[in-house]
């Protein structure tokens, strides 16, 4: 079946840091792949999303480009801000199926200054 | 602009006991969704409803009862909790089944003693 593994969190990383946040998947066929973001005490928000292989979904300084050669959807940021701090979940929905998304476990993210 | 409105925001249980956790949305999304989050599991799909009139089972509906009230209304009923059940609830609404973001409510923190 479907699945999508993220790295571990937490993530900690001073104010102006590069981030990466690793998102690799399992899926057949040609999956759209999403990033979602948690911010403490809300509900999960769209970030941003890819529909096809070399897309690359971007939104508030973050970057995310779907590989199929390697099934990857990393997240990225060249500078991020401590109110960046969130939990942020890879998903992936399999076009043409029921749209129930599966989600990685989430990786927390915390910016200090 | 409400989105997707949850409530209550949190409740305790004892074993046994019922309750129903309420969910709408105003943006006349035809899908809406019930999904519990858990520590180190990400987002789980309990049921799903893709149009008024419908109900689906998700990857965890044992415990749990829905109802498509209407277009706007979709509620998740436990009918004698669990401390198994102690979980974040969100629900979620999209335009359609295929490829469209969900919008996520705030969540209800429930737990069962």
């Known amino acids: 079946g479907n699945s999508v593994t993220q790295m571990e969190g937490p993530v900690t990383l001073s104010e102006e840091a590069f981030l990466t946040i690793n998102c690799t998947y399992t899926a057949t066929g040609y999956p759209s792949l999403f990033w979602y973001v948690q911010y403490p005490g809300e509900g999960l928000q769209l970030l941003l999303k890819?529909?096809?292989?070399?897309d690359k979904g971007s939104n508030k300084g973050f970057e995310a480009t779907y590989r199929k050669e390697t099934t990857s959807f990393h997240l990225e940021k060249g500078s991020v801000q401590v109110s960046d701090s969130a939990v942020y979940f890879c998903a992936l929905n399999y076009t043409g199926t029921a749209s129930k998304l599966t989600f990685g476990t989430g990786t927390r993210l915390q910016v200090t200054l | 602009n409400a989105g997707v409105t949850q409530t209550p925001k949190f409740q305790v249980l004892k074993t046994g006991q019922s309750m129903t956790l309420q969910c709408a949305q105003d943006m006349n999304h035809n899908s809406m969704y019930w999904y519990r989050q858990d520590p180190g599991m990400g987002l789980r799909l309990i049921y799903y409803s893709a149009s008024e009139g419908t109900t689906d089972k998700g990857e965890v509906p044992n415990g749990y009862n829905v109802s498509r009230l209407n277009k706007r209304e979709f509620s998740l009923r436990l009918e004698s909790a669990a401390p198994s059940q102690t979980s974040v609830y969100f629900c979620a609404s999209s335009w359609t089944l295929y490829n469209s973001p969900l919008h996520f409510g705030n969540g209800t923190r429930l737990t069962v003693t």
């Open positions: 890819a529909t096809k292989a070399d």
